[in-house]
């Protein structure tokens, strides 16, 4: 039995934190003793309960938090921890520094480039600890490596890409109209929908020029963005709905626990992000059966081809919106990269797909192969 301290300096929603989730409660476990440690008791913590698992919640705010990386490492002590696999930057930092100080082997996993400023002062000091005390380093995407390589300096030897999986159970495909009769929408109305928190690299203001663009051509377009909503960021895109005259036509939803229902309302799938290390979001429209439009801004490059979905530029609303319009006026080209995504979203996106490359990267890192023996 390997033990596993699972680490995640955050408290969800997100996409770093589902895949976390499903690290830390669905590993094999006749083969895996996992423990949860969690930075608060909120969205996280709540979903690993729900799962039968019993989190520990350690806080880690502050800058350098000491009295965390001591309570990190008698955490890791007290289970008897064989490895602790470690997920986004700051995690990765102090799971890296307990390695250094206890010789537990340490992955860490990252999940996009946001979160890591190559111009912080500390940068060097940062990275140069996770280089020191991480066996491996997880992408989940090959861009996403390609990326962060000139900051983090983890040599590819040591790098391994594990894209991100779903539970194509829960996410498959399906009709609903509840979303539509909430909001009294039109019999013929084409619904548009987006999935993600509101954050910067999501660019929601792009897709918000673009429903403008789309309006214009038909009366029929409307557009749901679910994700967690606030701050100023939420206010800025509320004004500029207002500006765009789009209050009938652009619906935030805010955070929602049944996506899967979410999508099977849409006729389709838009991300405009600017900045995405994969994109979880896609993978479960894909797997709902449901076309999707994406931009080219990192992951979605390596999750959608010509077949399965269609790309445009960052930034670009025109291009979004003319993408978007070509497979809401062709039924024959919606039919054809639902169908495509569908396949290959089962057969390289499936949670025990991903699930079985962290379990057989763990016991390499536990019981690496001997010198001189194949791998």
Known sequence: MISVVHLID???PGGAETVFLHCATRLDPMRFASTAVIDSDHWLAQQVRACGHEPRIESAQGSFNIGYLRRIAAI?????????????YGSAIYASAVGILTGIPVISVFHGGADI????RFTSLKTSII????RRAVFVSRSLRDELRSV???PDSRSTIIANGIDTEAFRPGRDDSIRRTLD?????????AIGNIRVAKDYGNLLHAARALVDRSDRFRVVIAGQYGGTLADDLMRLRSQLGLEQRVFFLGLRADVATVLHNLDLFVLSS???GFSIACVEAMACGIPVVATRCGGPEEILDARTGILVPTGSPGALADAIDRVAQSPELARELSQAALVRARREFSLETMLSRYAALIETVVNPPSVGTAS
Do not use: F, Q
């Not at 929408?185 to 929908?193: E, F, N, Q, S």
């Open 185 to 193: 929408l039109p019999a013929d109305a084409i619904l548009v929908g």
């Open 10 to 12: 955050t408290g969800g």
């Open 76 to 88: 890791a002590r007290s289970v008897k921890a064989d490895v602790i696999c470690a997920h986004l």
């Open 117 to 120: 400023a190559s111009h912080d």
């Open 152 to 154: 983090l300096k983890i």
């Open 274 to 276: 600017r900045s995405e």
């Open 131 to 134: 280089r020191r005390g991480s």
